[in-house]
Protein backbone atom coordinates (compact mmCIF):
# COMPACT_ATOMS: atom_id res chain seq x y z
CA UNK A 1 0.00 0.00 0.00
CA UNK A 2 1.09 3.53 -0.62
CA UNK A 3 2.47 5.54 2.17
CA UNK A 4 0.37 8.20 3.52
CA UNK A 5 1.00 11.49 2.01
CA UNK A 6 3.06 14.11 4.46
CA UNK A 7 2.62 18.07 5.22
CA UNK A 8 4.96 19.87 5.20
CA UNK A 9 4.74 23.93 4.66
CA UNK A 10 8.12 24.33 4.07
CA UNK A 11 8.23 22.51 0.57
CA UNK A 12 4.25 23.56 0.08
CA UNK A 13 5.36 26.97 -0.10
CA UNK A 14 8.65 26.72 -2.14
CA UNK A 15 7.19 24.58 -4.69
CA UNK A 16 3.25 25.73 -5.06
CA UNK A 17 4.28 26.85 -8.53
CA UNK A 18 1.56 27.66 -11.57
CA UNK A 19 1.05 24.89 -13.68
CA UNK A 20 -0.63 22.22 -15.63
CA UNK A 21 -3.17 19.66 -14.36
CA UNK A 22 -1.44 17.19 -17.17
CA UNK A 23 -5.02 15.84 -17.89
CA UNK A 24 -2.60 15.48 -20.95
CA UNK A 25 0.83 16.09 -22.32
CA UNK A 26 1.02 18.16 -24.28
CA UNK A 27 -1.80 20.27 -22.94
CA UNK A 28 -4.40 21.93 -24.96
CA UNK A 29 -2.32 24.97 -24.39
CA UNK A 30 -0.37 23.92 -27.04
CA UNK A 31 -3.27 22.62 -29.24
CA UNK A 32 -3.36 24.96 -33.05
CA UNK A 33 -5.68 25.76 -36.09
CA UNK A 34 -3.27 23.53 -38.51
CA UNK A 35 -5.23 20.61 -36.81
CA UNK A 36 -8.16 19.76 -38.32
CA UNK A 37 -11.24 17.46 -39.94
CA UNK A 38 -8.70 15.81 -42.03
CA UNK A 39 -6.43 14.37 -39.32
CA UNK A 40 -9.46 13.79 -37.29
CA UNK A 41 -10.83 11.19 -40.06
CA UNK A 42 -7.04 10.06 -40.26
CA UNK A 43 -6.78 9.38 -36.45
CA UNK A 44 -10.55 7.53 -36.75
CA UNK A 45 -9.00 5.45 -39.39
CA UNK A 46 -6.12 4.30 -37.63
CA UNK A 47 -8.75 3.16 -34.55
CA UNK A 48 -10.98 1.38 -36.70
CA UNK A 49 -8.12 -1.18 -38.42
CA UNK A 50 -6.62 -1.08 -34.80
CA UNK A 51 -10.33 -2.03 -33.23
CA UNK A 52 -9.43 -0.15 -29.78
CA UNK A 53 -12.30 0.10 -27.38
CA UNK A 54 -13.70 3.39 -27.07
CA UNK A 55 -14.39 6.11 -24.32
CA UNK A 56 -16.94 9.00 -25.21
CA UNK A 57 -17.24 11.89 -23.29
CA UNK A 58 -20.47 14.10 -24.65
CA UNK A 59 -20.70 17.69 -23.32
CA UNK A 60 -24.08 19.40 -22.79
CA UNK A 61 -23.42 23.29 -22.02
CA UNK A 62 -26.80 24.36 -20.58
CA UNK A 63 -27.04 25.32 -17.08
CA UNK A 64 -30.28 27.24 -15.95
CA UNK A 65 -28.13 29.23 -12.99
CA UNK A 66 -24.94 30.62 -13.15
CA UNK A 67 -22.20 29.77 -10.42
CA UNK A 68 -19.60 32.70 -10.38
CA UNK A 69 -17.07 30.01 -9.74
CA UNK A 70 -17.63 28.24 -12.95
CA UNK A 71 -14.52 28.45 -15.14
CA UNK A 72 -16.37 25.51 -17.76
CA UNK A 73 -17.82 25.61 -21.29
CA UNK A 74 -21.34 26.85 -20.25
CA UNK A 75 -24.83 28.36 -21.92
CA UNK A 76 -26.66 30.31 -18.88
CA UNK A 77 -30.45 29.91 -20.08
CA UNK A 78 -34.17 29.53 -18.51
CA UNK A 79 -35.14 28.31 -22.00
CA UNK A 80 -35.21 24.60 -22.27
CA UNK A 81 -35.98 24.85 -25.69
CA UNK A 82 -32.22 25.49 -26.24
CA UNK A 83 -31.01 22.11 -26.08
CA UNK A 84 -33.78 20.63 -28.80
CA UNK A 85 -31.17 22.73 -32.21
CA UNK A 86 -28.29 21.88 -30.34
CA UNK A 87 -29.13 18.35 -29.85
CA UNK A 88 -29.93 18.07 -33.17
CA UNK A 89 -26.33 18.90 -34.37
CA UNK A 90 -25.00 16.42 -31.67
CA UNK A 91 -26.79 13.70 -33.14
CA UNK A 92 -25.49 14.75 -36.75
CA UNK A 93 -21.61 14.94 -35.40
CA UNK A 94 -22.61 11.49 -33.40
CA UNK A 95 -23.71 10.03 -37.19
CA UNK A 96 -20.79 11.71 -38.82
CA UNK A 97 -18.01 9.80 -36.50
CA UNK A 98 -19.29 6.97 -35.88
CA UNK A 99 -19.84 5.84 -39.78
CA UNK A 100 -15.59 6.02 -39.71
CA UNK A 101 -15.22 3.70 -36.46
CA UNK A 102 -15.81 -0.04 -36.45
CA UNK A 103 -19.05 -1.64 -34.46
CA UNK A 104 -16.95 -4.10 -33.02
CA UNK A 105 -14.98 -1.14 -30.97
CA UNK A 106 -17.05 -1.43 -27.46
CA UNK A 107 -17.60 1.79 -25.38
CA UNK A 108 -16.33 0.68 -22.41
CA UNK A 109 -16.57 3.96 -20.90
CA UNK A 110 -18.92 6.81 -21.58
CA UNK A 111 -19.46 10.31 -19.51
CA UNK A 112 -22.25 12.91 -20.10
CA UNK A 113 -20.43 16.26 -18.28
CA UNK A 114 -21.52 20.17 -18.83
CA UNK A 115 -23.03 22.83 -18.20
CA UNK A 116 -25.82 20.40 -16.34
CA UNK A 117 -26.61 17.34 -18.25
CA UNK A 118 -30.18 16.98 -16.51
CA UNK A 119 -30.84 20.42 -17.81
CA UNK A 120 -31.83 18.17 -21.03
CA UNK A 121 -35.58 16.79 -20.28
CA UNK A 122 -36.11 13.04 -19.90
CA UNK A 123 -37.51 12.84 -23.35
CA UNK A 124 -34.28 14.37 -25.11
CA UNK A 125 -31.67 12.23 -22.60
CA UNK A 126 -33.97 8.84 -23.76
CA UNK A 127 -33.31 10.06 -27.46
CA UNK A 128 -29.51 10.95 -26.91
CA UNK A 129 -28.88 7.62 -25.32
CA UNK A 130 -30.86 5.74 -28.02
CA UNK A 131 -28.68 7.69 -30.64
CA UNK A 132 -25.84 6.81 -28.80
CA UNK A 133 -26.56 3.23 -29.01
CA UNK A 134 -27.72 3.25 -32.48
CA UNK A 135 -24.42 4.69 -33.52
CA UNK A 136 -22.10 3.14 -31.14
CA UNK A 137 -21.50 0.06 -29.77
CA UNK A 138 -22.50 0.53 -25.84
CA UNK A 139 -22.83 -2.01 -23.47
CA UNK A 140 -25.70 -3.78 -22.10
CA UNK A 141 -24.88 -5.54 -19.62
CA UNK A 142 -23.46 -2.84 -16.84
CA UNK A 143 -20.08 -3.96 -17.29
CA UNK A 144 -18.91 -0.62 -18.72
CA UNK A 145 -18.42 2.73 -16.97
CA UNK A 146 -21.10 4.80 -17.65
CA UNK A 147 -20.90 8.40 -15.92
CA UNK A 148 -22.85 11.58 -15.32
CA UNK A 149 -22.82 14.86 -13.74
CA UNK A 150 -25.50 15.74 -11.32
CA UNK A 151 -26.51 18.92 -10.19
CA UNK A 152 -28.72 17.70 -7.39
CA UNK A 153 -30.74 21.01 -8.10
CA UNK A 154 -32.14 19.58 -11.33
CA UNK A 155 -32.30 15.87 -10.61
CA UNK A 156 -34.67 14.01 -8.40
CA UNK A 157 -35.89 10.18 -7.64
CA UNK A 158 -37.61 9.98 -11.26
CA UNK A 159 -34.22 11.05 -12.80
CA UNK A 160 -32.27 9.16 -11.33
CA UNK A 161 -34.43 5.94 -12.03
CA UNK A 162 -34.41 7.24 -15.83
CA UNK A 163 -30.50 7.42 -16.00
CA UNK A 164 -30.30 3.93 -14.32
CA UNK A 165 -32.52 2.80 -17.04
CA UNK A 166 -30.53 4.58 -19.73
CA UNK A 167 -27.66 2.70 -18.35
CA UNK A 168 -25.56 5.25 -16.39
CA UNK A 169 -23.83 3.72 -13.54
CA UNK A 170 -21.75 6.21 -11.61
CA UNK A 171 -22.74 9.71 -10.97
CA UNK A 172 -20.70 12.44 -10.12
CA UNK A 173 -22.45 15.67 -8.05
CA UNK A 174 -21.47 19.43 -7.72
CA UNK A 175 -21.75 20.28 -4.43
CA UNK A 176 -18.86 23.32 -3.67
CA UNK A 177 -19.78 23.82 -0.35
CA UNK A 178 -22.56 23.69 2.52
CA UNK A 179 -21.83 26.72 4.28
CA UNK A 180 -25.12 28.86 3.06
CA UNK A 181 -23.29 31.87 3.05
CA UNK A 182 -20.33 30.64 0.76
CA UNK A 183 -23.18 29.83 -1.18
CA UNK A 184 -24.71 32.70 -1.31
CA UNK A 185 -21.31 34.42 -2.31
CA UNK A 186 -21.07 31.71 -5.33
CA UNK A 187 -24.76 32.23 -6.54
CA UNK A 188 -25.23 28.07 -5.82
CA UNK A 189 -27.78 27.76 -3.30
CA UNK A 190 -27.98 23.87 -2.37
CA UNK A 191 -29.55 22.51 0.87
CA UNK A 192 -27.64 19.39 2.63
CA UNK A 193 -31.54 17.40 2.03
CA UNK A 194 -31.47 18.23 -1.71
CA UNK A 195 -27.79 16.05 -2.31
CA UNK A 196 -28.82 13.53 0.79
CA UNK A 197 -31.80 12.96 -1.53
CA UNK A 198 -29.73 12.12 -4.98
CA UNK A 199 -27.56 10.27 -3.27
CA UNK A 200 -29.72 8.09 -1.63
CA UNK A 201 -31.71 7.29 -5.16
CA UNK A 202 -28.29 6.55 -6.59
CA UNK A 203 -27.33 3.53 -3.56
CA UNK A 204 -31.30 2.71 -3.97
CA UNK A 205 -31.31 1.83 -7.84
CA UNK A 206 -27.68 0.60 -7.52
CA UNK A 207 -25.46 2.89 -9.28
CA UNK A 208 -21.81 1.74 -8.86
CA UNK A 209 -19.60 4.68 -7.76
CA UNK A 210 -20.63 8.00 -6.41
CA UNK A 211 -18.53 11.46 -6.73
CA UNK A 212 -18.76 14.43 -4.76
CA UNK A 213 -16.97 17.62 -5.96
CA UNK A 214 -15.75 20.31 -3.44
CA UNK A 215 -13.74 23.80 -3.92
CA UNK A 216 -11.44 25.27 -1.37
CA UNK A 217 -10.80 28.50 -1.39
CA UNK A 218 -14.19 30.00 -2.28
CA UNK A 219 -15.47 33.55 -1.04
CA UNK A 220 -16.38 33.70 2.51
CA UNK A 221 -15.09 30.13 3.39
CA UNK A 222 -12.79 29.82 6.49
CA UNK A 223 -11.08 26.20 7.71
CA UNK A 224 -13.39 26.26 10.07
CA UNK A 225 -16.94 25.89 8.01
CA UNK A 226 -14.86 24.07 5.35
CA UNK A 227 -14.21 21.72 7.89
CA UNK A 228 -17.90 21.32 9.26
CA UNK A 229 -18.39 21.14 4.97
CA UNK A 230 -16.00 17.77 4.96
CA UNK A 231 -17.54 16.08 7.85
CA UNK A 232 -20.61 16.48 6.56
CA UNK A 233 -19.81 15.17 3.20
CA UNK A 234 -17.64 11.87 4.89
CA UNK A 235 -21.58 11.40 6.53
CA UNK A 236 -22.72 10.38 2.88
CA UNK A 237 -19.91 7.66 2.20
CA UNK A 238 -19.59 9.01 -1.35
CA UNK A 239 -17.00 6.50 -3.08
CA UNK A 240 -14.30 8.78 -4.59
CA UNK A 241 -14.23 12.47 -4.00
CA UNK A 242 -12.57 15.65 -5.92
CA UNK A 243 -11.19 18.51 -3.79
CA UNK A 244 -10.67 21.37 -5.86
CA UNK A 245 -8.40 24.83 -5.39
CA UNK A 246 -10.48 27.48 -6.62
CA UNK A 247 -8.21 29.36 -9.24
CA UNK A 248 -9.41 32.99 -9.23
CA UNK A 249 -9.16 34.17 -12.85
CA UNK A 250 -11.66 36.63 -13.23
CA UNK A 251 -9.74 38.20 -16.81
CA UNK A 252 -10.35 34.75 -18.19
CA UNK A 253 -13.72 33.74 -16.73
CA UNK A 254 -16.50 36.43 -17.01
CA UNK A 255 -18.35 35.28 -14.15
CA UNK A 256 -15.91 34.79 -11.51
CA UNK A 257 -15.78 38.90 -11.71
CA UNK A 258 -18.86 38.57 -9.77
CA UNK A 259 -16.90 37.50 -6.83
CA UNK A 260 -15.72 39.76 -4.57
CA UNK A 261 -12.11 38.64 -4.49
CA UNK A 262 -12.11 40.66 -1.00
CA UNK A 263 -14.01 37.66 0.29
CA UNK A 264 -11.48 35.18 -0.70
CA UNK A 265 -9.32 33.68 1.69
CA UNK A 266 -5.96 34.39 2.26
CA UNK A 267 -3.51 31.92 1.49
CA UNK A 268 -2.52 30.55 4.40
CA UNK A 269 -6.06 29.65 4.96
CA UNK A 270 -6.27 27.49 2.20
CA UNK A 271 -3.67 25.67 2.88
CA UNK A 272 -5.11 24.86 6.26
CA UNK A 273 -8.32 24.00 4.66
CA UNK A 274 -6.49 21.65 2.50
CA UNK A 275 -4.40 20.41 5.20
CA UNK A 276 -7.69 19.87 7.62
CA UNK A 277 -9.45 18.07 4.81
CA UNK A 278 -6.85 15.95 4.00
CA UNK A 279 -6.57 14.76 7.53
CA UNK A 280 -10.15 14.34 7.83
CA UNK A 281 -10.63 12.02 4.97
CA UNK A 282 -7.56 10.14 5.76
CA UNK A 283 -8.87 9.50 8.95
CA UNK A 284 -12.25 8.25 7.13
CA UNK A 285 -10.39 5.85 5.47
CA UNK A 286 -10.10 7.34 1.91
CA UNK A 287 -6.86 7.10 -0.02
CA UNK A 288 -5.42 9.93 -1.62
CA UNK A 289 -4.89 9.32 -5.36
CA UNK A 290 -3.42 12.14 -6.43
CA UNK A 291 -4.13 15.39 -8.10
CA UNK A 292 -7.39 16.99 -6.25
CA UNK A 293 -8.97 13.41 -5.89
CA UNK A 294 -9.80 10.76 -3.08
CA UNK A 295 -10.89 7.65 -3.15
CA UNK A 296 -12.46 4.68 -0.58
CA UNK A 297 -9.82 1.72 -0.37
CA UNK A 298 -12.07 -0.54 -2.83
CA UNK A 299 -12.70 2.02 -5.04
CA UNK A 300 -11.45 1.38 -8.87
CA UNK A 301 -9.03 3.96 -8.95
CA UNK A 302 -7.76 2.65 -5.20
CA UNK A 303 -6.91 -0.13 -6.45
CA UNK A 304 -5.63 0.43 -10.10
CA UNK A 305 -2.74 2.63 -8.12
CA UNK A 306 -1.94 -0.15 -6.01
CA UNK A 307 -1.40 -2.38 -8.93
CA UNK A 308 0.57 0.35 -11.13
CA UNK A 309 -2.34 0.37 -14.09
CA UNK A 310 -3.89 3.63 -13.27
CA UNK A 311 -4.22 6.20 -16.25
CA UNK A 312 -4.62 9.84 -16.78
CA UNK A 313 -6.63 11.31 -19.64
CA UNK A 314 -9.12 14.20 -20.67
CA UNK A 315 -11.73 12.55 -18.01
CA UNK A 316 -9.24 12.79 -15.48
CA UNK A 317 -7.75 9.56 -13.73
CA UNK A 318 -8.92 6.43 -15.40
CA UNK A 319 -8.24 2.98 -15.80
CA UNK A 320 -9.78 3.05 -18.95
CA UNK A 321 -6.78 5.18 -20.75
CA UNK A 322 -5.81 2.32 -23.08
CA UNK A 323 -9.08 3.57 -25.02
CA UNK A 324 -9.45 6.23 -27.74
CA UNK A 325 -11.03 9.09 -26.05
CA UNK A 326 -13.82 10.58 -28.80
CA UNK A 327 -15.17 13.95 -27.45
CA UNK A 328 -18.54 15.19 -28.96
CA UNK A 329 -20.41 18.43 -28.25
CA UNK A 330 -19.36 21.88 -28.04
CA UNK A 331 -15.83 22.67 -27.04
CA UNK A 332 -15.11 18.86 -26.54
CA UNK A 333 -12.02 17.13 -26.61
CA UNK A 334 -10.58 13.80 -27.95
CA UNK A 335 -7.49 12.02 -28.02
CA UNK A 336 -7.19 8.98 -30.59
CA UNK A 337 -3.87 7.36 -30.65
CA UNK A 338 -1.54 10.28 -31.12
CA UNK A 339 -3.95 12.72 -32.06
CA UNK A 340 -5.79 15.79 -29.86
CA UNK A 341 -8.35 17.37 -31.10
CA UNK A 342 -10.87 19.89 -29.93
CA UNK A 343 -14.36 21.04 -31.23
CA UNK A 344 -14.92 24.82 -31.78
CA UNK A 345 -16.26 26.50 -28.30
CA UNK A 346 -18.28 28.33 -29.92
CA UNK A 347 -22.02 27.33 -29.64
CA UNK A 348 -22.88 29.05 -33.15
CA UNK A 349 -19.73 27.72 -34.74
CA UNK A 350 -20.63 23.96 -33.58
CA UNK A 351 -23.98 24.12 -34.78
CA UNK A 352 -23.42 26.33 -38.11
CA UNK A 353 -20.60 23.59 -38.76
CA UNK A 354 -22.73 20.50 -38.36
CA UNK A 355 -25.60 22.01 -40.18
CA UNK A 356 -23.16 22.56 -43.30
CA UNK A 357 -22.54 18.31 -42.79
CA UNK A 358 -18.83 19.14 -41.48
CA UNK A 359 -17.19 17.98 -38.45
CA UNK A 360 -16.38 21.05 -35.93
CA UNK A 361 -12.63 20.26 -35.31
CA UNK A 362 -11.37 23.72 -34.93
CA UNK A 363 -7.64 22.86 -33.37
CA UNK A 364 -5.29 20.13 -31.95
CA UNK A 365 -2.00 18.59 -31.66
CA UNK A 366 0.02 15.47 -33.30
CA UNK A 367 2.42 13.93 -30.70
CA UNK A 368 5.77 13.94 -31.92
CA UNK A 369 8.08 11.23 -31.18
CA UNK A 370 9.65 13.52 -27.71
CA UNK A 371 5.94 14.57 -27.04
CA UNK A 372 5.21 10.20 -26.55
CA UNK A 373 8.23 9.67 -24.19
CA UNK A 374 7.21 13.22 -22.19
CA UNK A 375 3.56 11.54 -22.15
CA UNK A 376 4.22 8.52 -20.44
CA UNK A 377 6.94 9.92 -18.03
CA UNK A 378 3.96 12.62 -17.08
CA UNK A 379 1.77 9.66 -16.34
CA UNK A 380 3.29 7.22 -14.50
CA UNK A 381 4.58 9.87 -12.39
CA UNK A 382 1.30 11.44 -11.83
CA UNK A 383 -0.47 8.43 -11.65
CA UNK A 384 1.45 5.96 -9.41
CA UNK A 385 4.00 8.66 -7.60
CA UNK A 386 6.93 6.65 -9.44
CA UNK A 387 8.83 6.16 -12.39
CA UNK A 388 11.00 3.01 -13.71
CA UNK A 389 13.65 4.51 -16.18
CA UNK A 390 14.30 1.11 -17.45
CA UNK A 391 10.60 1.20 -18.76
CA UNK A 392 11.14 4.31 -20.77
CA UNK A 393 14.40 3.11 -21.95
CA UNK A 394 12.95 -0.01 -23.38
CA UNK A 395 9.57 1.74 -24.54
CA UNK A 396 11.20 4.36 -26.56
CA UNK A 397 14.75 2.81 -27.38
CA UNK A 398 16.96 6.03 -25.52
CA UNK A 399 19.25 6.25 -22.28
CA UNK A 400 17.10 7.69 -20.18
CA UNK A 401 19.84 9.87 -17.97
CA UNK A 402 21.22 10.89 -21.56
CA UNK A 403 18.04 12.25 -22.98
CA UNK A 404 17.19 14.23 -19.80
CA UNK A 405 20.64 14.90 -18.65
CA UNK A 406 19.64 18.74 -18.82
CA UNK A 407 17.13 17.84 -16.14
CA UNK A 408 19.42 16.53 -13.86
CA UNK A 409 19.73 19.38 -11.63
CA UNK A 410 16.58 20.31 -11.14
CA UNK A 411 15.59 16.28 -9.67
CA UNK A 412 18.74 16.26 -7.71
CA UNK A 413 17.30 19.93 -6.14
CA UNK A 414 13.86 18.30 -5.42
CA UNK A 415 16.18 14.87 -4.32
CA UNK A 416 17.69 16.93 -1.89
CA UNK A 417 14.85 18.83 -0.50
CA UNK A 418 13.08 15.53 -0.16
CA UNK A 419 10.36 15.45 -2.59
CA UNK A 420 11.82 12.62 -4.39
CA UNK A 421 13.84 9.60 -3.93
CA UNK A 422 16.23 9.83 -7.17
CA UNK A 423 18.32 6.93 -8.30
CA UNK A 424 19.89 5.08 -11.05
CA UNK A 425 16.84 3.20 -11.53
CA UNK A 426 14.34 5.49 -11.19
CA UNK A 427 12.15 8.12 -9.61
CA UNK A 428 9.82 7.46 -6.51
CA UNK A 429 7.83 10.64 -5.33
CA UNK A 430 8.02 10.79 -1.25
CA UNK A 431 5.33 11.48 0.96
CA UNK A 432 6.31 14.95 1.37
CA UNK A 433 6.22 15.14 -2.47
CA UNK A 434 2.87 13.87 -3.72
CA UNK A 435 0.69 16.95 -2.64
CA UNK A 436 3.49 18.92 -5.45
CA UNK A 437 3.97 15.74 -7.74
CA UNK A 438 2.33 18.30 -10.75
CA UNK A 439 5.55 20.48 -9.75
CA UNK A 440 7.85 17.05 -10.49
CA UNK A 441 5.97 16.43 -13.92
CA UNK A 442 6.60 19.82 -14.82
CA UNK A 443 10.54 19.26 -14.79
CA UNK A 444 9.23 17.26 -18.04
CA UNK A 445 7.18 19.57 -19.48
CA UNK A 446 9.37 21.20 -22.38
CA UNK A 447 6.63 23.72 -23.19
CA UNK A 448 6.08 25.44 -19.94
CA UNK A 449 8.73 27.52 -20.45
CA UNK A 450 6.83 29.15 -23.37
CA UNK A 451 3.95 29.73 -21.68
CA UNK A 452 1.99 32.32 -19.52
CA UNK A 453 1.98 30.33 -16.42
CA UNK A 454 -1.10 32.87 -15.28
CA UNK A 455 -3.05 30.75 -17.45
CA UNK A 456 -2.47 27.77 -14.87
CA UNK A 457 -3.64 27.02 -11.36
CA UNK A 458 -1.44 26.82 -8.75
CA UNK A 459 -0.20 23.47 -7.31
CA UNK A 460 -2.11 23.80 -4.13
Known amino acids: MLDAIRWDTDLIRRYDLAGPRYTSYPTAVQFHSQVGTFDLLHALRESRKALRPLSLYVHVPFCANICYYCACNKVITKDRGRALPYLQRLEQEIQLIACHLDPGQKVEQLHFGGGTPTFLSHDELRQLMSHLRQHFNLLDDDSGDYGIEIDPREADWSTMGLLRELGFNRVSIGLQDLDPAVQRAVNRLQSLEETRAVIEAARTLQFRSINIDL ?73 YIGMDHFALPDDELAIAQEESTLQRNFQGYTTHGHCDLIGLGVSAISQIGDLYCQNSSDLTQYQNLLGGAQLATSRGLVCNQ ?76 TYLEQQNRQRFSRVI
Not at 218 to 232: G, M, S, W, Y
Not at 384 to 393: P, Q, W
Open 215 to 287: IYGLPKQTPDNFARTVEEVINLQPDRLSVFNYAHLPERFMPQRRINSHELPEPAEKLQMLQSTIEQLTAAGYR
Open 370 to 445: DDRVRRAVIQQLICNFSLDFEAIEQQFNIDFRGYFGDLWPQLQAMAEDGLIKLSNQGIEVLPAGRLLVRSVCMVFD
